[in-house]
């Protein structure tokens, strides 16, 4: 397996999940560009049959040259069509291929999570990555979040990999609680001898119902810090700009809504401040949680929060 030295240098697996760990679709969405951009082929793809329930994640009907045919939920794992291949350098428009050295090294994992059986269909997964020698796996996942649309979205990497920790200066998660199957799948690599990286973004929670290309780029931005790849953003910069102009549109009719977003604001701007201590951080903390309790946390559905552990990354 890869070692701490070239831990970038091997195959690479992209993993993400629609569902649980998707807010905003963002993870879902930053692994979808990949593919967009890579020259990749559908290597493994597992029975539906097996993990999902139909009534929870139904087939859609589609037109297939003039034949409705059935998509079920699933999830595939792809690769890349010519292995090992560097893809060419990048031009001004920023249309061509991805680049990098690892650009002919990255394999992904694209589907639905799971509805059962995550034993197995962990296994099944392990075993396509063993068989495709993946040297390190790296999840990609969103939360919903108490932070303001108006900022740079959060990113963070964390590792269960004291090696990739040591290799890249990461930390290591210390969640304990409910977890995604990005989890289940994290400790079977690792128990299978394949470092992981997982790598969440922070979706703004009272836009919960909106994909976010906010943060399906800031994502790709992490990813591509991580690994050696450039990754050509397409439209995505102008649709975030778009996303973060609509709720700035929705937000000045809206007084409460305003009024919320510039408490989160002046939260982030606290602990981003170069002076910012862990005193200070901490009273700005106790102070929003003041403002909580006082039921100004945006009402009326806007808090984004439906009954699901989603808001913590470490979840996964």
Same mark, same amino acid.
């Given at each position: %397996?890869?070692?701490?030295?070239? $831990?970038?240098?091997?195959?690479?697996?992209?993993?993400?999940?629609?569902?649980?760990?998707?807010?905003?679709?963002?993870?879902?969405?930053?692994?979808?560009?990949?593919?967009?951009?890579?020259?990749?082929?559908?290597?493994?793809?597992?029975?539906?049959?097996?993990?999902?329930?139909?009534?929870?994640?139904?087939?859609?009907?589609?037109?297939?040259?003039?034949?409705?045919?059935?998509?079920?939920?699933?999830?595939?794992?792809?690769?890349?069509?010519?292995?090992?291949?560097?893809?060419?350098?990048?031009?001004?428009?920023?249309?061509?291929?991805?680049?990098?050295?690892?650009?002919?090294?990255?394999?992904?994992?694209?589907? =639905?999570?799971?509805?059962?059986?995550? !034993?197995?269909?962990?296994?099944?997964? %392990?075993?396509?990555?063993?068989?495709?020698? $993946?040297?390190?796996?790296?999840?990609?996942?969103? %939360?919903?979040?108490?932070?303001?649309?108006? *900022?740079? $979205?959060?990113?963070?990497? =964390?590792?269960?990999?004291?090696?990739?920790?040591?290799?890249?200066?990461?930390? *290591?998660?210390?969640?304990?609680?409910?977890?995604?199957?990005?989890?289940?799948?994290?400790?079977?690599?690792?128990?299978?001898?394949?470092?992981?990286?997982?790598?969440?973004?922070?979706?703004?929670?009272?836009?919960?119902? @909106?994909?976010?290309? !906010?943060?399906?780029?800031?994502?790709? +931005? !992490?990813?591509?810090?991580?690994?050696?790849?450039?990754?050509?953003?397409?439209?995505?910069?102008?649709? &975030?700009? &778009?996303?973060?102009?609509?709720?700035?549109?929705?937000?000045?009719?809206?007084?409460?809504?305003? &009024?919320?977003?510039?408490?989160?604001?002046?939260? #982030?701007?606290?602990?981003?401040?170069?002076? @910012?201590?862990?005193?200070?951080?901490?009273?700005?903390?106790?102070?929003?949680? *003041?403002?909580?309790?006082?039921? *100004?946390?945006? #009402? +009326?559905?806007?808090?984004?929060? +439906?009954? !699901?552990?989603?808001?913590?990354? #470490?979840?996964?």
């Amino acid at each position: %397996m890869t070692d701490a030295k070239n $831990i970038l240098g091997g195959r690479i697996l992209v993993v993400a999940f629609e569902g649980w760990n998707d807010a905003g679709e963002a993870a879902s969405g930053a692994v979808k560009t990949l593919k967009e951009q890579l020259d990749v082929v559908p290597i493994a793809e597992v029975d539906p049959e097996l993990y999902f329930d139909f009534q929870f994640n139904r087939p859609v009907v589609t037109d297939d040259d003039g034949r409705r045919r059935l998509v079920w939920p699933s999830a595939v794992v792809m690769g890349p069509a010519r292995p090992g291949r560097v893809g060419d350098a990048l031009a001004g428009d920023a249309e061509l291929d991805v680049t990098g050295d690892n650009s002919g090294n990255i394999f992904l994992l694209l589907g =639905t999570e799971p509805s059962r059986s995550w !034993k197995s269909f962990t296994a099944e997964i %392990m075993d396509a990555a063993l068989a495709e020698d $993946i040297g390190v796996i790296v999840f990609l996942g969103a %939360m919903l979040a108490d932070v303001p649309h108006t *900022r740079p $979205i959060s990113v963070f990497a =964390t590792s269960e990999s004291a090696a990739v920790r040591a290799e890249l200066g990461i930390e *290591r998660s210390t969640y304990e609680g409910p977890v995604g199957i990005l989890s289940a799948l994290s400790e079977g690599a690792e128990d299978v001898g394949i470092p992981t990286i997982s790598i969440w973004a922070s979706v703004p929670h009272y836009v919960h119902n @909106a994909p976010s290309p !906010k943060a399906v780029l800031a994502l790709i +931005d !992490k990813l591509e810090e991580l690994v050696d790849v450039t990754i050509p953003r397409g439209s995505l910069v102008e649709e &975030a700009a &778009a996303w973060e102009a609509g709720i700035d549109a929705l937000a000045s009719d809206d007084e409460e809504m305003a &009024a919320y977003i510039q408490q989160l604001e002046q939260a #982030r701007d606290t602990v981003d401040s170069p002076e @910012a201590s862990g005193e200070a951080i901490a009273q700005e903390f106790e102070r929003y949680l *003041r403002r909580r309790g006082d039921g *100004r946390d945006g #009402r +009326d559905g806007r808090d984004g929060r +439906d009954g !699901k552990a989603g808001d913590d990354p #470490r979840r996964g």
